[in-house]
């Protein structure tokens, strides 16, 4: 007997599928982040693949290529399936060239997403495939396979609308999708977990997938019916799968209508139900967790409200007559309503801003008022700035007049830190910054070159122009130079800024840092990082130290894990090996010098813990003399004080360091606070005064934090940095109350010739001058 061994061939539409998977898949992992198992490679799988299976089965059904609907759902679920593997393939292949971040999770993920939406794809092909056969046997079509297709790509792209609709009709910015899986909506949150919302999601896939199956089941071919389907309940058996069948696509329906619960969607309702209270000011409306004592409350309004108005006169234009900003209780509440965890958003159109609960000033909140009213001269749907009519986003655009609009309060300007990165060359050209090059940074370098190329426009040519360029205009046509003489005008400009002679190496440190797309495993390393400094606070030092040592061994130029791992082995672990870990990464002229630093201080803080306060000292003083951070340079200098005076020494020691068992404790902190003056000669310390003062202002006790300052303020304070912030702690404590004479008085100083902030850099001064003035309005 003889037997034919040969493989059968595939139907054509099967084996071109097959190779265009394979093709684009396999051209796509060349690209940063996308070669091998990841979030990444399983959003391109989640493109491609559910539609190449959905179009291959759809031609072959369309043509009747399987004998019944049955085989023909079949058919696509196996050629999904198949499909997958391909795109998991051409992904462990690129993994071979390059490495694997994390196989088995990598593997998980892509089974939820991109795996199951190709059996999706697969599904929904079949039935695109039969109602086109029906269509083309009572001859309402004549392009078969072109409706086929067609129909085929219509349920890819209406997921996809969906998701574009929600993130335009809502807060939310993530998205769930049958056929891609799970969309996390921002670039700059490396660690990507979708949670439990994936698994009851794809809970609901797993329904649809089974009623489609029991579906096509008791299902006829009959071309001269409408959609050229009969149902056929002749038997019991066939009755009984169409109950399932029902019971299966009710459960479907339920999960979908249950996603706002679930954490599929939101709605604005639904946010504003969950965080349970608002406050309503002359323009801001403010969303925040019903949890909030009231005189908080208040301070979000007021301070929304005093930002806006500083923001629109920064630009020069008025933005729309009421903006909405929610406040989120954290990072973990605000992932969950609407997609970002760390990264603060604003939607423009939509007059809205989305932030966590921060102090009062709010840190970021000026910034994303800043892109709502730059919306008002924006262009397209989303009213940013863009070619296409804005819906080709220009990134460096949008975030530079935002820095510009509203600048932090670092030490130097953003001119200043532009500066110090073209003398040590990594100044990129800014036609790179004002295009989707900007995203090739890491966000640090990209918004303050943003920031700083706009301010010098400003100062120029005038808002106007920066304006005119944010609405569409032509920069070279508003300005009279292309972007080789700006770009040369720019940094002739930066030549005249003035320097610090150490701001060189702490821009080496602070920009060096490639941005996510030069990152290795990224999402991995930062995910197991945040796990091991959980473990830390939590006081498991073995299992912080063995993830430290996992993300270290994924990328060994993770400076912050390195830090932490020796910084817990000499606290907790083992010393001496500690100890040689921080003294080896304090000398390594590889590292960057703010991680040189923090690991000097580690060694400091060791000392100071030990009872060993001269070498503690000597560190302290060494770090605060070439720190051009200001508030790190006050930490090291009041440490250092604390170390020749006992009283000082144990309420330092609480509030900052901790021991051996525990961390800092605020409590303990206070105990001794309140024992250090009685110990002095006059019973007062004008230090303990300043840091009860800027504690309790940073805890929202204005009034009190005002009294412990002013007794700072009536001196002596031991260094101009520690008088500068005590300074700048009761200006905000006027603010926060509405003393305008302090305010004035506290101004007067600033500008008068006893200027605490003299000599000192200017991006601090500026910053303190501008609260003042947003707050005596």
């Given amino acids: 007997m003889c037997y034919d061994l040969r493989v059968p061939r595939p139907p054509r539409p099967y084996a071109i599928g097959a190779a265009v998977v394979t093709a684009l898949l396999g051209a796509v992992g060349f690209l940063p982040l996308f070669g091998g198992p990841g979030y990444e490679h399983a959003l391109a799988s989640g493109l491609i693949v559910p539609s190449a299976a959905a179009i291959a089965t759809a031609i072959d059904a369309a043509r009747r290529g399987s004998p019944s609907p049955l085989a023909s759902v079949a058919r696509g679920v196996i050629a999904g399936l198949a499909y997958a593997a391909l795109a998991l393939a051409t992904a462990l292949l690129h993994a071979l060239r390059i490495g694997v971040c994390e196989l088995w999770g990598a593997l998980v993920y892509f089974g939820l997403t991109a795996g199951a939406g190709a059996l999706l794809g697969g599904a929904w092909g079949a039935v695109a495939g039969e109602l086109t056969g029906a269509l083309a046997a009572r001859g309402r079509v004549r392009r078969r396979r072109f409706v086929a297709t067609a129909l085929a790509l219509a349920a890819p792209v209406a997921g996809v609308a969906v998701s574009v609709h929600r993130f335009h009709t809502s807060p939310m910015i993530f998205a769930f999708d049958p056929f891609v899986g799970y969309f996390s909506g921002t670039l700059y949150d490396t660690v990507i977990d979708a949670g439990t919302s994936l698994l009851t999601y794809r809970l609901g896939s797993l329904a649809t997938l ?26 019991d058996a066939t009755r009984a799968r169409g109950a399932l069948a029902l019971l299966a696509g009710a459960a479907s329906a339920a999960i979908a209508l249950a996603g706002s619960t679930l954490g599929h969607y939101s709605t604005t309702e639904s946010i504003v139900k969950d965080l349970g209270a608002e406050k309503h000011g002359a323009r801001c409306d403010v969303v925040y967790p019903s949890t909030t004592r009231e005189e908080e409350a208040k301070l979000l309004l007021k301070d929304c409200e005093e930002q806006l108005a500083a923001v629109e006169q920064r630009l020069g234009a008025r933005g729309p007559a009421r903006i909405r900003a929610f406040f989120f209780r954290d990072d973990v509440d605000k992932k969950r309503l609407m997609g970002a965890a760390h990264t603060y958003i604003a939607k423009p159109w939509r007059e809205e801003v989305y932030l966590q609960l921060g102090g009062y000033p709010h840190p970021v909140l000026g910034h994303e008022l800043a892109h709502v009213v730059a919306g008002s001269f924006g262009r397209g749907a989303f009213r940013i700035a863009g070619d296409l009519g804005g819906y080709l986003a220009n990134p460096g655009l949008i975030e530079g007049i935002a820095v510009f609009a509203s600048p932090d309060d670092e030490d130097l300007t953003d001119e200043q830190w532009a500066r110090a990165m ?47 360029w944010y609405g569409g205009g032509d920069v070279a046509q508003l300005t009279g130079m292309a972007w080789p003489a700006l770009d040369a005008a720019f940094r002739e400009h930066l030549g005249t800024v003035p320097l610090p002679p150490e701001a060189e190496s702490f821009a080496r440190a602070k920009f060096s840092r490639p941005g996510i797309f030069g990152r290795k495993c990224p999402h991995l390393v930062d995910a197991t990082r945040r796990e091991a400094d959980v473990c830390r606070d939590t006081q498991r030092y073995d299992e912080a130290i063995r993830l430290y040592d996992e993300a270290l061994a994924k990328d060994a130029l993770d400076h912050a894990s390195r830090h932490w791992r020796a910084h817990t082995m000499r606290r907790h672990g083992e010393r001496e090996e500690g100890r040689r870990d921080l003294e080896k990464l304090a000398s390594r002229e590889d590292v960057p010098r703010t991680w040189r630093d923090r690991a000097e201080e580690a060694l400091a803080d060791a000392d100071f813990i030990d009872g060993e306060l001269a070498s503690a000292r000597r560190r302290y003083e060494a770090l605060a003399a070439r720190s051009l951070d200001e508030d790190n340079a006050r930490t090291f200098e009041v440490k250092a004080l604390a170390t020749a005076d006992p009283p000082a020494r144990e309420a330092i020691q609480a509030l900052l360091l901790g021991d051996e068992r525990r961390g800092p404790d605020i409590f303990l902190a206070g105990t001794a606070l309140g024992r250090w003056p009685a110990a002095t000669r006059d019973g007062r310390s004008p230090l303990a005064s300043y840091l009860v003062g800027r504690n309790l202002v940073q805890r929202g006790f204005f009034d009190k934090g005002a009294e412990a300052l002013e007794d700072a303020l009536a001196g002596p304070l031991p260094t101009p940095r520690i008088a500068r912030e005590t300074l700048r702690q009761r200006a905000v404590a006027a603010c926060a109350s509405g003393d305008r004479d302090a305010l004035a008085r506290l101004k007067r100083v600033i500008e008068g010739p006893d200027d605490p902030f003299k000599g000192a850099s200017g991006g601090r001064r500026e910053a303190t001058l501008r609260m003042i003035a947003r707050c005596a309005r």
């Avoid at 008791?218 to 071309?223: H, Y």
């Avoid at 409408?226 to 038997?235: A, I, M």
């Fill in 210 to 235: 089974t009623a489609a199956l029991l579906a096509a089941s008791i299902l006829e071919r009959a071309d001269e019916r409408p959609f050229g389907l009969v149902l056929d309940l002749r038997s």
């Fill in 422 to 468: 073209m003398q040590i060359g990594i100044l990129p050209s800014m036609e790179r910054v004002f295009s989707l090059g900007f995203l090739g940074d890491a966000s640090a370098k990209s918004y303050t070159l943003a920031g700083a190329f706009i301010s010098w426009m400003a100062d120029r040519w005038g808002t106007n122009v920066v304006r005119a």
